[in-house]
Each structure stands twice: as structure tokens, then as C-alpha cells.
Nanobody, 124 residues
Framework: QVRLVESGGGLVQGGDSLRLSCVLSGSTFSNYAMGWFRQAPGKVRELVVAISRSNNITHYADSVKGRFTISRDNAKNTVYLQMNSLEPEDTAVYTC?????????????????WGQGTQVTVSS
């Protein structure tokens, strides 16, 4: 079965950077559009960014545009989330998701597979 495993979270200070990784196993990674979502305590889960399976179409949340960058390496079955200029408001559990479609998907409920999440904490 499809399995997603995230890594790269941690505790950083405001203005720092982190890179999250998500590895997909159990299926052909290049068949899946991927998404990163986050959920802060007491808040609903929200899309951070989604990417098409061919790496050429992305959809970013306005709150992260210009600071976060998604990329994927289909040879490594991995999607990355480069997060720069982190702010305390970015503190959340970040989770990757996969759906076997071509285009990026912004709606969480449409994804078929989810990782366990990785905690990102940004101190002020």
C-alpha cells in the first residue's frame, strides 16, 4: 500500500529556514499529485501548497507565497517543502498527501493518502 513519511521538522527561530521531505513508497510516485498541508493547535487544517505530478504546476496558499517552495524529485520518490523566512504563525504540524491525478489539488478531502506529519515550531 501507499505510505508517506515526512521528515525535517523541528524548532527554529523566526527568520530561519527548514526543508521538509516526504517520501512515498508502495506505488509509482510520478503518478501522484502531492500536497503539503498544515494544522496549528485549535485551527483547521489548511493547504500550504500542492504540486502536479509532472512538477510543472503549483498552487500556493497566499500566506506562504514568496517564502515557501515546493519541489519534487520523481527519481527519489520525494516531495520537498523549502520554507524560508519562517514566522511564528507558521507553527503547525505539516503533513504531506498524495492523490493519483495529474493536476495539483487544493482540497484536503480529495486526497487519498496521508503521512503522519512533522512538527514545525517557530519561536519569536
Amino acid at each position: 500500500q501507499v505510505r508517506l513519511v515526512e521528515s525535517g521538522g523541528g524548532l527554529v527561530q523566526g527568520g530561519d529556514s527548514l526543508r521538509l521531505s516526504c517520501v512515498l513508497s508502495g506505488s509509482t510516485f510520478s503518478n501522484y499529485a502531492m500536497g503539503w498541508f498544515r494544522q496549528a493547535p485549535g485551527k483547521v487544517r489548511e493547504l500550504v501548497v500542492a504540486i502536479s505530478r509532472s512538477n510543472n504546476i503549483t498552487h500556493y496558499a497566499d500566506s506562504v507565497k514568496g517564502r515557501f517552495t515546493i519541489s519534487r524529485d520523481n527519481a527519489k520518490n520525494t516531495v520537498y517543502l523549502q520554507m524560508n523566512s519562517l514566522e511564528p504563525e507558521d507553527t503547525a504540524v505539516y503533513t504531506c498527501a498524495a492523490k493519483a491525478v495529474r493536476i495539483p489539488i487544493a482540497i484536503a478531502e480529495l486526497y487519498d493518502f496521508w503521512g503522519q506529519g512533522t512538527q514545525v515550531t517557530v519561536s519569536s
